[in-house]
């Protein structure tokens, strides 16, 4: 069985790749777009070589380059290892991990994948209200009437759930011989900045992606990576980082096979 994927960095606008999906299944524009924002990478996965060769026209037809490549070649890069500090000297990457100090040079990284993941996080919180004021006034008319002394009445803990979405970035590093390295923008030590490390983690982020890909200028870069370092909306957004991983594994072939 075969793949067909997009021969670009970049992906291919949805509204094209839309049209291409629409045209293959023979299913409505509509339908065939919320397939698209999903494809990362994919016009097509497991395909016959027939129906891998009319999808590659379809997408030629509305000028988007694309190849088959056999399922079994396109490796998967679901295991990375996370890392939470580096440095560069010698024209090399340096990070500790377990009290051991890898290195590995920065020419030799292959591919640079950036995702920005919403999360939805709940919290429950607890807080001591007391008595309304209706019920403050039926108290004292209470005592007014009865001359009991029986107050306005206590405070009582109420639980509260309070939901709100957070967004935790993540970038990719691939080198030609596959070690994968992951950062996370939440749990990493942004003093390879020196000078120009900020107090805005989202900032301290987009200033290390922007230097990685400064130092390894032949690296192959995501939809999103490109954004960040241009400071433009995301063109692409992945719900979860195994979308990430699967345009990531497309990226790391294209390379690997010297297509890109």
């Not at 997408?59 to 079994?72: Q, T």
Request: proline share 3%.
């Amino acid at each position: 069985m075969f793949s067909v994927i997009f021969k670009t960095e970049k992906l291919p606008p949805v509204q094209t790749v839309s049209k291409i999906i629409s045209e293959f299944k023979q299913i409505l524009i509509y339908d065939a777009a919320r397939i698209s924002n999903k494809n990362y990478g994919f016009a097509g996965e497991n395909l016959t070589e027939p129906d891998a060769d009319r999808l590659i026209s379809i997408c030629s037809k509305n000028g988007i380059e694309a190849m088959k490549v056999e399922n079994e070649k396109i490796k998967k890069f679901n295991n990375p290892t996370t890392i939470t500090n580096l440095s560069f000297e010698n024209q090399n990457l340096n990070y500790k991990l377990n009290d051991a100090i890898s290195s590995h040079k920065l020419e030799d990284i292959s591919v640079l994948a950036c995702a920005q993941i919403e999360y939805n996080v709940s919290k429950t919180i607890t807080t001591k209200e007391g008595p309304s004021a209706g019920e403050k006034a039926i108290r004292i008319g209470i005592m007014m009437t009865t001359g009991l002394p029986i107050g306005t009445g206590k405070g009582k803990e109420v639980k509260k759930e309070i939901k709100n979405t957070e967004t935790t970035s993540y970038l990719d590093i691939v080198f030609i011989n596959e070690v994968h390295l992951r950062i996370n923008s939440d749990h990493f030590d942004y003093s390879c900045l020196k000078e120009k490390k900020t107090y805005s983690t989202n900032m301290n982020f987009k200033l290390l992606s922007a230097q990685i890909s400064s130092l390894c200028p032949k690296a192959l870069k995501n939809s999103p990576l490109f954004d960040l370092i241009e400071n433009k909306p995301l063109s692409i957004r992945y719900e979860s980082i195994t979308d990430m991983e699967k345009d990531l594994s497309r990226l790391v072939y294209l390379r690997s096979a010297r297509i890109l």
